[in-house]
């Protein structure tokens, strides 16, 4: 059997249930044996690490929140059964006097982009979710000057870590800290 051509759309979902969404329609996908139509599901993520309770803790963001990337040949009643699945409200499309035209494939170079910065961030250890700079005003979260505020005067990238000024029992200090140990004010 000769390869189907497939092309990447963008399915939208529900706020907060792409996850249930992607489910639902790997299930049904495979329930009614039309793997050969749709290949990928994707929901683009990163991965972001916060202090919660004074330890570090790695979560996953939605790149683009209510959307799903799905990699599929829309033939025949592909595109009816995905969009009446639960969390879902339809293809990403044009409309036109009204009505929505048939769902717009994503270009390869969207595709491309993106996939890319999916890739380029699962190959990244670490991904500083808040870049300081200079002068800014920080809190400190963790460590034993838990709850000082002081201000940004160093930024070494490089090491992941910070040198901010504090003020202990009315004396400037310079802590050094790394960047999961304070947040912005």
């Given at each position: ?9 963008v399915v939208?979902?529900?706020g ?8 639902y329609?790997?299930?049904e996908i ?27 803790v790695s979560m996953?963001?939605?790149?683009y929140?209510g ?7 829309l033939t ?21 006097g009204g ?9 390869q170079s ?6 890319g ?13 808040t ?11 963790d ?5 000082f505020?002081?201000?940004v005067e160093?930024?070494?990238?490089d090491?992941?870590k910070?040198?901010?000024?504090v ?16 947040v912005?004010?």
């Amino acid at each position: 059997m000769s390869e189907i051509a497939k092309k990447w759309y963008v399915v939208r979902a529900a706020g907060g249930k792409e996850k249930k969404a992607k489910e639902y329609i790997e299930n049904e996908i495979k329930r009614l044996g039309l793997d050969d139509y749709v290949s990928q599901v994707l929901i683009p993520t990163e991965k972001i690490y916060q202090i919660k309770n004074g330890k570090r803790v790695s979560m996953e963001r939605i790149f683009y929140p209510g959307y799903i990337l799905i990699e599929a040949a829309l033939t025949g009643e592909i595109q009816h059964i995905i969009r009446n699945l639960p969390h879902i409200s339809g293809f990403l499309s044009e409309k036109q006097g009204g009505k929505e035209k048939e769902p717009t494939p994503l270009r390869q170079s969207e595709v491309n982009r993106i996939l890319g910065r999916v890739d380029e961030l699962i190959e990244k250890e670490e991904e500083n979710i808040t870049p300081f700079v200079v002068g800014e005003a920080v809190k400190v979260t963790d460590g034993p000057f838990n709850g000082f505020d002081g201000t940004v005067e160093e930024v070494l990238e490089d090491k992941k870590k910070l040198k901010v000024m504090v003020k202990i029992f009315g004396r400037k200090t310079i802590l050094e800290l790394n960047f999961v140990q304070v947040v912005k004010e």
